[in-house]
């Protein structure tokens, strides 16, 4: 079973630009979660796709944005990019609904964003 | 809200000794789940083990096991034989139980091994 996928590896922006990450779940997994993890701090909640759907959204401003599409695979969008946006996004997946443990999160390799 | 404190940043611990990792969380819900993830170099966040707020039982998987202690809100990961492959930033992380939702993470500690 493949794993979480994302792209790019690396992504070297100038600040003002605009980023785009993508992110493809594991086969069989509808919900994609975004998470931050700046230099010394823990990974910081962002966003949370479900169906094609928003669910949730952590405190970022609204420069911080993303879609899910029909495959499920998703993109987070970062505009008007800040010095302080320079971090690792990791991005993880999951089955949707129920009880159940099997809701573990999965997590990718990353993308480390650096905005000079 | 809830959060989750790692108050220990760094630890080292020899091969084949034991350590323990701290962890305290907070939170007004009843059910929930907690997680123990490693980062290794590579930055691939792995799942070690996961406690359900409901059972009792402390979880083990091989070398790793939890003291889970609900009132006190306390969830520390015991590593036992520590091997040079363990060397990471090891993460808390909370969940409320029932639909899947965000986790909650720590602020993680790095665990050094030394021979």
């Known amino acids: 079973e493949a794993g979480v996928t994302q792209s790019p590896t690396h992504l070297i922006k100038t600040r003002g630009q605009q980023a785009t990450l993508r992110c493809s779940p594991i086969?069989?997994?509808?919900?994609v979660y975004w998470y931050q993890q700046a230099l010394g701090l823990g990974l910081q909640f962002l966003l949370w796709?479900?169906?094609?759907?928003?669910?949730n959204r952590g405190n970022f401003p609204p420069r911080f944005s993303g879609r899910q599409f029909p495959n499920y695979s998703s993109e987070l969008n970062v505009n008007a990019l800040e010095l302080e946006d320079s971090a690792l996004y990791l991005c993880?997946?999951?089955?949707?609904?129920?009880?159940?443990?099997?809701?573990?999160?999965?997590f990718g390799p990353g993308t480390r964003l650096t905005v000079t | 809200a809830q959060t989750v404190t790692q108050s220990q940043p760094e630890m080292s611990v020899q091969e084949a000794e034991t350590v323990t990792l701290s962890c305290t969380y907070d939170t007004s819900e009843s059910d929930y789940y907690l997680f123990w993830y490693k980062q290794p170099p590579s930055r691939q966040m792995i799942l070690v083990i996961r406690q359900e707020a409901y059972k009792q039982q402390n979880a083990t998987e091989n070398r790793f096991s939890v003291n889970f202690q609900k009132a006190a809100k306390s969830f520390s990961l015991k590593i036992s034989d520590s091997q040079l492959g363990d060397a990471a930033m090891y993460f808390c992380a909370y969940r409320v139980t029932g639909t899947a939702s965000k986790l909650t993470f720590g602020t993680g500690t790095r665990l050094q091994v030394t021979l």
């Open positions: 086969s069989g997994h509808t919900s």
């Open positions: 993880a997946s999951s089955r949707a609904g129920g009880r159940s443990g099997r809701l573990e999160q999965y």
């Open positions: 796709y479900d169906e094609g759907e928003e669910r």
